[in-house]
């Protein structure tokens, strides 16, 4: 079973500081990432996606994606209020059945004003 | 262009009934998903179909059928519900599968009672 682990949080940053959330994963056959944000009674919908060693650049949002480690993060800088929400991390299976995503269970993310 | 739409939004359901949960996508994707999300556990796959005519079970089947109705459509059945199966049911599609970006619907809540 391919795991992917998150912590579940609560994070809790003030307005206008860097939040840091992390994800390590247990497939080392894995190839690309995915960072889905959640809100509240809400569908997953996809912020970011890596597929290189190094860092991704987007807007506020940088992922950084260490294979040797087998370790993904995502930067959040300057967070907002509208940024408060559960953000999943996301791993293909690789191999035959990397049709199939594995998410971990999210970190609740709390932007204070 | 309406990405991955879900009906029904809510359904209560009595123990031992049955009942279809239809999804649609317009984005021509090859591939298409049920997941169910519930606290603490995170999205789990219950089946996908990574093309027309083919469906696979994912980590959580049993107790449900889909049927891959052709290239837009995807229905997963409970034949007879169980308080168990009292989650949030998300639909997703990718245009190929492999390794790539999944897209949403609103999800359909679904309780058993």
């Known amino acids: 079973q391919k795991e992917v682990e998150q912590n579940s949080g609560p994070l809790s940053v003030p307005e206008g500081a860097i939040a840091s959330l992390n994800c390590t994963y247990s497939d080392r056959g894995s190839q690309s990432f995915f960072w889905y944000r959640q809100y509240s009674g809400k569908s997953p919908e996809l912020i970011m996606f890596i597929y290189s060693n190094g860092d991704k650049e987007d807007g506020r949002f940088t992922a950084q994606l260490n294979k040797a480690s087998q370790y993904v993060s995502l930067l959040i800088r300057d967070s907002q209020p509208s940024d408060s929400a559960t953000y999943l991390c996301?791993?293909?299976?690789?191999?035959?059945?990397?049709?199939?995503?594995?998410f971990g269970k999210g970190t609740l993310l709390t932007v204070n004003p | 262009n309406a990405g991955v739409t879900q009906t029904p939004k809510f359904q209560v359901l009595k123990t031992g009934q049955s009942m279809t949960l239809q999804c649609a996508q317009d984005m021509n994707h090859n591939s298409m998903y049920w997941y169910r999300q519930d606290p603490g556990m995170g999205l789990r796959l219950i089946y996908y179909s990574a093309s027309e005519g083919t469906t696979d079970k994912g980590e959580v089947p049993n107790g449900y059928n889909v049927s891959r109705l052709n290239k837009r459509e995807f229905s997963l059945r409970l034949e007879s519900a169980a308080p168990s199966q009292t989650s949030v049911y998300f639909c997703?599609?990718?245009?190929?599968?492999?390794?790539?970006?999944?897209?949403f619907g609103p999800g359909t809540r679904l309780l058993v009672l």
């Open positions: 997703a599609s990718s245009e190929r599968g492999r390794g790539e970006t999944q897209y």
């Open positions: 996301a791993v293909p299976n690789s191999g035959g059945s990397n049709y199939k995503l594995t």
